[in-house]
T-cell receptor
Framework: EAQVTQNPRYLITVTGKKLTVTCSQNMNHEYMSWYRQDPGLGLRQIYY???????DKGDVPEGYKVSRKEKRNFPLILESPSPNQTSLYFC??????????FGPGTRLTVL | QQQVKQSPQSLIVQKGGIPIINCAYENTAFDYFPWYQQFPGKGPALLIA?????SEKKEGRFTISFNKSAKQFSLHIMDSQPGDSATYFC?????????????FGEGTQLTVNP
């Protein structure tokens, strides 16, 4: 089954404790992205990657890191999480010129 | 700065009605305009998309109307059903990033009453 998987699906952590949210796709897609979704703000792109070892900042990259060492994986790293990073996070993948395929989401709470 | 403005924020219609959701953009480099549908607890799913070389695109009960000169596009849902109740997002992307760099609208929560 074609899918984007994210882990964990739910995470409660404390300020400053480094965390990683993993994302993996099995569709051999070239592009991958991370978004955060907040009420009234829609989805905002954090980082995107158009190829292995190529990443670019989206609209809200501050406080986040990403890496794309393999085509299928695109982890999101929060080195020192803060409460304003409490949000619903989505990973997505796509091919050139096609719509993005979203994962199920990760709900993060930073206390 | 939000480059894609979406309205209304919420919309309630009766079954069989035709809800219309509108979006306006600023960046004239945008050339790909998808709509996504999101159900509670799920990730957004691509519904329908249009490029500016056409003014309208239909897929089943869903239609996108596109006005390039006004920099506006809208989603119409014909014969709406309670199962269409969801949050809808418009988005835009430019050729430079081949669809990888998406800017979303704020979302519209649609409720279709039986």
């Amino acid at each position: 089954e074609a899918q984007v998987t994210q882990n964990p699906r739910y995470l409660i952590t404390v300020t400053g404790k480094k965390l990683t949210v993993t994302c993996s796709q099995n569709m051999n897609h070239e592009y991958m992205s991370w978004y955060r979704q907040d009420p009234g703000l829609g989805l905002r792109q954090i980082y995107y990657s158009m190829n292995v070892e190529v990443t670019d900042k989206g609209d809200v990259p501050e406080g986040y890191k990403v890496s794309r060492k393999e085509k299928r994986n695109f982890p999101l790293i929060l080195e020192s999480p803060s409460p304003n990073q409490t949000s619903l996070y989505f990973c997505a993948s796509s091919d050139r010129g096609r719509g993005q395929f979203f994962g199920p989401g990760t709900r993060l709470t930073v206390l | 700065q939000q480059q894609v403005k979406q309205s209304p924020q919420s919309l309630i219609v009766q079954k069989g009605g035709i809800p219309i959701i509108n979006c306006a953009y600023e960046n004239t480099a945008f050339d790909y305009f998808p709509w996504y549908q999101q159900f509670p607890g799920k990730g957004p799913a691509l519904l329908i998309a249009i490029r500016p070389d056409v003014s309208e695109k239909k897929e089943g009960r869903f239609t996108i109307s596109f006005n390039k000169s006004a920099k506006q596009f809208s989603l119409h849902i014909m014969d709406s059903q309670p199962g269409d109740s969801a949050t809808y997002f418009c988005a835009a992307s430019s050729a430079e990033t081949s669809g990888s760099r998406l800017t979303f609208g704020e979302g519209t929560q649609l409720t279709v009453n039986p």
